[in-house]
């Protein structure tokens, strides 16, 4: 029998390697000041550090990255640009985490990945039982392996250099550095400006 299965209203995820950053560029995100948290990782109270001089070139790289997923990917018409809104920097110790969340006032997000290595903590999003692309969460069905159609969760172990972009309402955890050297990366949103709708629905934002 032949037959096809078509991933319906899938929630789409850039990956992509944008390389290693140069030694001072590395060190300068290394040196920003990260104030200590309670929420188990640390992060800059800057939320704007795409803006500085120093990281001019990795912004255009993540800008250029989320201008191929909109456009090329994602088909967002010519009308409509997706601008940098705001930019911090996480690290995470040994044993640090990061809770289950998304991203409030926001349309797309991502994070680039500084520094890091293996077992210093992979990002896993995690379907939302309000997201129902298959069977409701009221009867959870078993499966003998879980693929692209049933997950319920996807995790992704990042390599330095890597970006991951995803809509801002997918919820996202990070699990524990477990080694001795702290974990670095580089998290964003990004919204939609221009006109959206036609007629009487016609909307500049």
Excluded: C
């Excluded at 409509?80 to 110790?93: D, I, T």
């Excluded at 039982?129 to 969760?153: A, K, M, P, Q, W």
């Excluded at 330095?160 to 001795?180: K, R």
């Amino acid at each position: 029998m032949k037959y096809s299965v078509t991933p319906l209203f899938s929630i789409p995820l850039f990956y992509a390697n944008l390389g290693p950053l140069n030694f001072i560029t590395k060190k300068y995100i290394q040196s920003l000041n990260y104030p200590d948290e309670a929420a188990g990782h640390d992060h800059t109270a800057d939320k704007y550090v795409l803006a500085h001089p120093q990281l001019k070139t990795l912004a255009k790289q993540i800008d250029d990255a989320v201008k191929t997923f909109v456009k090329k990917e994602l088909k967002v018409n010519d009308d409509v640009e997706f601008e940098l809104q705001n930019s911090w920097a996480n690290r995470h110790g040994k044993n640090e985490h990061n809770t289950l969340h998304w991203h409030s006032n926001a349309m797309l997000s991502g994070v680039y990945y500084v520094d890091s290595q293996q077992n210093a903590g992979d990002i896993v999003f995690q379907k939302s039982h309000l997201y129902t692309n298959l069977f409701h969460d009221t009867v959870r069905v078993s499966y003998t392996e879980t693929n692209e159609y049933n997950t319920s969760e996807f995790f992704i172990t990042p390599k330095e250099g890597d970006i991951v972009l995803f809509p801002s309402h997918l919820e996202h955890m990070v699990t524990p550095n477990q080694t001795d050297t702290p974990r670095y990366s580089l998290a964003f949103n990004y919204f939609a400006r221009g006109t959206v709708g036609a007629g009487t629905s016609e909307l500049k934002i």
